[in-house]
């Protein structure tokens, strides 16, 4: 019964930093799992970071070092800081939780100009 809705997408420079926000409709602290995947125009979604249902995280190889998921259980709130941003991270970001099927939100867009 969860609903998600990211917001913080925008439009920054190569190098640049961003944060992405994903609010929960109810308390985050007992969902399975959330977490963050991303679509560019003519590619297949692709898992970004997540949290694991022991609260562990999870981090795509091209974003390891660079991007940072963390949570605010009282804020219901999931977020994903991007730093050191490069081109090909542009794409479109959707937020998920999982109890136990994955909800979506409707995306943000995330562009880095070169």
């Known amino acids: 019964q969860v609903q998600v809705v990211e917001s913080g997408g925008g439009l920054v420079q190569a190098g640049g930093s961003l944060r992405l926000s994903c609010a929960a409709s109810?308390?985050?602290?007992?969902?399975?799992?959330m977490g963050w995947y991303r679509q560019a125009p003519g590619k297949q979604r692709e898992f970004v970071a997540g949290?694991?249902?022991?609260?562990?995280?999870n981090y795509a190889d091209s974003v390891k070092g660079r991007f940072t998921i963390s949570r605010d259980n009282a804020k219901n709130t999931v977020y994903l800081q991007m730093n050191s941003l490069k081109p090909e991270d542009t794409a479109v970001y959707y937020c998920y939780a999982a109890a136990p099927v994955k909800v979506w939100g409707q995306g943000t867009q995330v562009t880095v100009s070169s």
């Open positions: 109810r308390s985050i602290f007992s969902i399975n799992g």
């Open positions: 949290f694991t249902s022991s609260g562990r995280t």
